[in-house]
C-alpha cells in the first residue's frame, strides 16, 4: 500500500512565524487531506486537495500538491500557540474502493 | 449536531474477552472506517465500509472484526483481544468513499492485559 509521510516529524516555533510541514506519498491519488489532532483527540479536517489542482487556501493555512514530485506541503501563517498539535497528511487513493493511507505525523509546538 | 461517536472511550480488559466498541454516525454517510493509532506509527486503517453490508479490510485487519447491517453504525469487534491490541481506535465516516473529508469519532483508548 501506499505510504503517506510527513516531515519533519516535529516542529517548534515562535508564536507568529510560518510553518511549514511537508507529505511524500508513493502511488497515483485522488486526494490528499490534512487533518490536524489536538493530544490524543478525535482528527479535524483542514483541507483536501484534488489530484487535478496545484494550489489551496483556507483561512492561514496554504497547501500545494505536487503530482509529479508526489508530495504536498501544508504552510500555517501567523502561528498561534493555539495551532500547537499534530498534522497529518492523509491520501486517497485514486482506484475506487482502496484504503486511505495516513503518515505518522508532524509535531508542531507554537511557542508564545 | 453533526457527529460521530464511540463507545466505551476508554477500556481496560484482558487477554481473550471478547469486546465491542461502537461508532455512530448521525450524518447519512456512506463510508465509515475503523483506524487504530500507536505512537510513532500514525494511523493504520484496520476495516472500511463502502456502505451497508459493504466491508474490506485495510492495512492492519488481523485480529478484528466489523459489520455494516445499518447505514449509521459500524461496530469493531475484537473477538480474542491480545496485549498487541492495547491502541488508540478512531471511528471515521465520510459521505462518498475517497471525495470527501472523513468526520472523526473522539477516539476509544483500549488497554488489554
Known amino acids: 500500500s501506499q505510504q503517506g509521510e510527513e516531515d519533519p516529524q516535529a516542529l517548534s516555533i515562535q508564536e507568529g512565524e510560518n510553518a511549514t510541514m511537508n507529505c511524500s506519498y508513493k502511488?497515483?491519488?485522488?486526494?490528499l487531506q490534512w487533518y490536524r489532532q489536538n493530544s490524543g483527540r478525535g482528527l479535524v479536517h483542514l483541507i483536501l486537495?484534488?489530484?487535478?489542482?496545484r494550489e489551496k487556501h483556507s483561512g492561514r493555512l496554504r497547501v500545494t500538491l505536487d503530482t509529479s514530485k508526489k508530495s504536498s506541503s501544508l504552510l500555517i501563517t501567523a502561528s498561534r500557540a493555539a495551532d500547537t498539535a499534530s498534522y497529518f497528511c492523509?491520501?486517497?487513493?485514486?482506484?475506487?474502493?482502496?484504503?486511505?493511507?495516513f503518515g505518522p505525523g508532524t509535531r508542531l509546538s507554537v511557542l508564545p | 449536531e453533526a457527529q460521530v461517536t464511540q463507545n466505551p472511550r476508554y477500556l481496560i480488559t484482558v487477554t481473550g474477552k471478547k469486546l465491542t466498541v461502537t461508532c455512530s454516525q448521525n450524518?447519512?454517510?456512506?463510508?465509515m472506517s475503523w483506524y487504530r493509532q500507536d505512537p510513532g506509527l500514525g494511523l493504520r486503517q484496520i476495516y472500511y465500509?463502502?456502505?451497508?453490508?459493504?466491508?474490506d479490510k485495510g492495512d492492519v485487519p488481523e485480529g478484528y472484526k466489523v459489520s455494516r447491517k445499518e447505514k449509521r453504525n459500524f461496530p469493531l469487534i475484537l473477538e480474542s483481544p491480545s496485549p498487541n491490541q492495547t491502541s488508540l481506535y478512531f471511528c471515521?465516516?465520510?459521505?462518498?468513499?475517497?471525495?470527501?473529508?472523513?468526520?472523526f469519532g473522539p477516539g476509544t483508548r483500549l488497554t488489554v492485559l
Open positions: 471515521a465516516s465520510s459521505l462518498l468513499w475517497g471525495f470527501n473529508e472523513q468526520f
Open positions: 502511488t497515483s491519488i485522488n486526494n
Open positions: 486537495i484534488r489530484s487535478n489542482e
Open positions: 492523509a491520501t486517497a487513493p485514486d482506484n475506487y474502493g482502496q484504503n486511505f493511507v
Open positions: 450524518m447519512n454517510h456512506e463510508y
Open positions: 465500509s463502502m456502505n451497508v453490508e459493504v466491508t
